[in-house]
C-alpha cells in the first residue's frame, strides 16, 4: 500500500496563483462537462491516439465491451491533446489529480502545459493505434510532481497509511513516496483501463524539464516550516495508484441515456399529434431542408414539406388525424450522436377503426437534443 500524502514541510513564500487558477479551471470545466454529459464530452474532447496519429477528428472508437461506434469529435484535430487536460471522468478523478496539483511546488502554467502535452505524446507513441478517449489531467500534473521531486528531494512528506486494518501517520522523504508512485505505474493490471505511459511521460518530462523553467531563478533560503494543508477531501487513492489520469480510457455511454432521451422525444411526438398540433409534432424532427421522409410510395425532403405532407393528409377537409399510439419500440445506438429506432404505428379513428404500420428512424443528436434525420413509414 501507498503511503497517501497529506501536506509537506515546504515553506510557502507567495501565494499560489497559477495552482489556484488551474485548480479553478479544472472545477469549471468539469461542471461544463456535467451539465453536457459527462460520457459524451469525454469522447468529443477527450485525445483519441490512432485520431492522433492519423490526424483526423472522425472515425471508429472502441468501448470497453469491444463494440466499435463512428464518433465525430466536436474538438478539431489537434486541440485534444490539450482539452483532455482539463476533462475529468468523475468527482474522485477531479479530487485525485487537484490534489497532486496542490503537493506540487512548481507553478508555471507553460510547465504545467508543456509536461501534459509530451505525457500525453508519451501515451500516443506507447499505443498509436488506441481507439479510445484520454482525459484527465494527471498527465500534467505528473510533471508537477517529476519537478518537485527534482527541486524538493529531501522534502518530509507527511502521508496516511493504510495497512489492512492499522492506520497510521508517516513521513518520508519526497523521493521516496515519488518514486513508489512512480514505480506503481508499471505495475498496474491491463485491465484497469489507465494509459500509465501517459503519467510515467508526464513525470520524466518534470524532471527533464523543470530546471530549464526555473533557469536563471534565486532560491530563496527557508523561512521556516510553515507547512500546508490540502483543502481538499481525502478519497485520493485510487489517484496514488494510477487510477486516475490524463489517459485514463473511460467508458463512452452504454446506451441508456440516449434510449431514454429518444423515447421521451416520441412519447412528446405522440402527444403533441392527438392534441391536433402538427408544428408540435413536427418539432421532432430535423428542422432543416436536409430531413427526408419516405412514405406512400413517394419521397418527401425538407421540414417544411414534410410538414404539408401531414397537412394535407391528415388535417385536409374530411380528414381527421385521429389517436396516435407508438407500439414495439426498438432503439439502438449507434454511436454517441446518432441512433436508429423501429416501431409499430397505431391511429385510432374516431369511429373506433385502427389504421396501422411500420416505421424505421435515423436520429441525430443535435444542439438543442435528438432529433429525427430520416423517417421511414409504411402501412
Same mark, same amino acid.
Given at each position: 500500500?501507498?503511503? @497517501? ?5 515546504? /515553506? %510557502? ?89 496542490? @503537493? ?5 502554467? &507553460? ?11 508519451? +501515451? ?7 481507439? +479510445? ?6 498527465? &500534467? ?12 528531494? %529531501? ?29 506503481? +505505474?508499471?505495475? @498496474? ?49 485510487? &489517484? ?12 463512452? /455511454? ?10 421521451? @422525444?416520441?412519447?412528446? +411526438? ?30 418527401? %425532403? ?9 397537412? %394535407? ?67
Amino acid at each position: 500500500m501507498i503511503p @497517501l500524502p497529506i501536506r509537506d514541510d515546504n /515553506p %510557502r513564500r507567495r501565494f499560489p496563483v497559477v495552482t489556484l487558477a488551474l485548480i479553478l479551471v479544472n472545477v469549471v470545466v468539469f461542471l461544463g462537462e456535467l451539465a453536457r454529459g459527462l460520457d459524451l464530452t469525454m469522447l468529443d474532447y477527450g485525445a483519441v491516439p490512432a485520431f492522433l496519429v492519423e490526424r483526423v477528428r472522425d472515425g471508429w472508437v472502441e468501448l470497453p465491451n469491444g463494440r466499435a461506434v463512428l464518433l465525430h469529435q466536436e474538438a478539431p484535430f489537434p486541440a485534444t491533446i490539450f482539452t483532455s487536460m482539463f476533462m475529468h471522468g468523475g468527482w474522485l478523478h477531479l479530487v485525485g489529480n487537484m490534489w497532486f496539483l496542490e @503537493l506540487g511546488r512548481v507553478r508555471y502554467l &507553460a510547465f504545467y502545459l508543456v509536461g501534459g502535452l509530451l505525457a500525453a505524446l508519451s +501515451q500516443v507513441a506507447a499505443t498509436p493505434h488506441l481507439a +479510445q478517449p484520454m482525459v484527465g489531467a494527471s498527465g &500534467a500534473v505528473a510533471a508537477v510532481l517529476g519537478g518537485y521531486v527534482v527541486l524538493h528531494p %529531501r522534502a518530509r512528506v507527511r502521508c496516511l497509511w493504510i495497512l489492512v486494518i492499522f492506520i497510521t501517520f508517516i513521513e518520508l522523504p519526497a523521493w521516496l513516496l515519488l518514486g513508489l508512485w512512480f514505480i506503481s +505505474q508499471f505495475m @498496474l493490471p491491463s485491465t484497469a483501463q489507465v494509459a500509465w505511459m501517459a503519467h510515467v511521460g508526464g513525470f520524466l518530462a518534470g524532471i527533464a524539464l523543470v530546471k530549464l523553467f526555473r533557469a536563471g531563478r534565486k532560491t530563496l533560503p527557508p523561512s521556516g516550516p510553515t507547512r500546508r494543508l490540502v483543502v481538499v477531501a481525502p478519497m485520493v487513492l485510487v &489517484a496514488l495508484l494510477g487510477a486516475g489520469g490524463v489517459a485514463d480510457a473511460k467508458r463512452p /455511454p452504454a446506451g441508456a441515456d440516449a434510449k431514454e432521451a429518444i423515447r421521451a @422525444l416520441l412519447d412528446a +411526438q405522440a402527444a403533441a399529434w392527438n392534441k391536433r398540433d402538427l408544428p408540435g409534432y413536427m418539432a421532432g424532427y430535423w428542422k432543416d431542408k436536409q430531413l427526408t421522409f419516405f412514405g406512400g410510395g413517394s419521397v418527401t %425532403r425538407g421540414w417544411d414539406e414534410t410538414l404539408a405532407r401531414y397537412e %394535407r393528409r391528415y388535417q385536409g377537409p374530411g380528414k381527421e388525424m385521429g389517436a396516435l399510439k407508438f407500439d414495439d419500440l426498438e432503439i439502438e445506438p449507434l454511436a454517441v450522436d446518432a441512433a436508429f429506432a423501429r416501431g409499430r404505428w397505431i391511429l385510432t379513428m374516431s369511429d373506433g377503426k385502427e389504421q396501422r404500420g411500420v416505421f424505421t428512424l435515423l436520429l441525430k443528436k443535435l444542439p438543442d437534443g435528438w432529433r429525427i434525420v430520416h423517417d421511414h413509414s409504411s402501412m
